[in-house]
């Protein structure tokens, strides 16, 4: 599977965003999907997952609150909505698929990732 992650941008501390990923083929939906993100000098974290229906999802404790991970199977996208950012959200995002391993948090899960949106914050 292809992903292709959108909707980054520059932003002032407070505001929202909300990114895209849409994935080619026709086998999403059997796909766990997350977002992970790296800032400069740093290890990709994990943010957010959802799983292959939609009905199970789970949070980093620094996005708990203000992310939300979503999907439509039906437009083959997943979502984050980015709400309240601040200055230590600034980083490029990735979205990721994994077919197996559930709602995993781990970069060594997934198997497909997109190219990365950048998200830049001022405060």
């Known amino acids: 599977v292809q992903l292709q992650a959108s909707g980054g941008g520059l932003v002032q501390a407070g505001d929202s965003l909300r990114l895209s990923c849409t994935a080619s083929?026709?086998?999403?939906?059997?796909?766990?999907m997350a977002w992970f993100r790296q800032a400069p000098g740093k290890e990709r974290e994990f943010v957010a997952v959802?799983?292959?229906?939609?009905?199970?999802?789970n949070d980093a404790d620094s996005v708990k609150g203000r992310f939300t991970i979503s999907r439509d199977n039906a437009k083959n996208t997943v979502y984050l909505q980015m709400n309240s950012l601040n200055a230590e959200d600034t980083a490029v995002y990735y979205c990721?698929?994994?077919?197996?391993?559930?709602?995993?948090?781990?970069?060594?899960?997934?198997?497909?990732w997109g190219q990365g949106t950048q998200v830049t914050v001022s405060s």
């Open positions: 990721a698929a994994s077919a197996y391993g559930g709602v995993a948090r781990t970069t060594t899960t997934y198997d497909y």
């Open positions: 083929g026709r086998t999403f939906s059997r796909y766990n």
């Open positions: 959802i799983n292959w229906s939609g009905s199970i999802t």
